[in-house]
């Protein structure tokens, strides 16, 4: 398997993941934090409360 081939499966597994986690969590992702030792990652969404 070349190495172009190999990181493009690796971007559409990562791409799929982001997906899936989207669809399981979409009702409750109006905020979405990831926080590590040295900075921390934040989106936040305009949410309709329903």
Known sequence: MTPLKTMLGIVLIVCLTIV???F???GRLCE???KSEHQEVAAKL?????
């Open 32 to 34: 979405l934090s990831i």
């Open 24 to 26: 399981i969590n979409r």
């Open 46 to 50: 305009a949410c309709i409360a329903g």
């Open 20 to 22: 899936i986690f989207t």
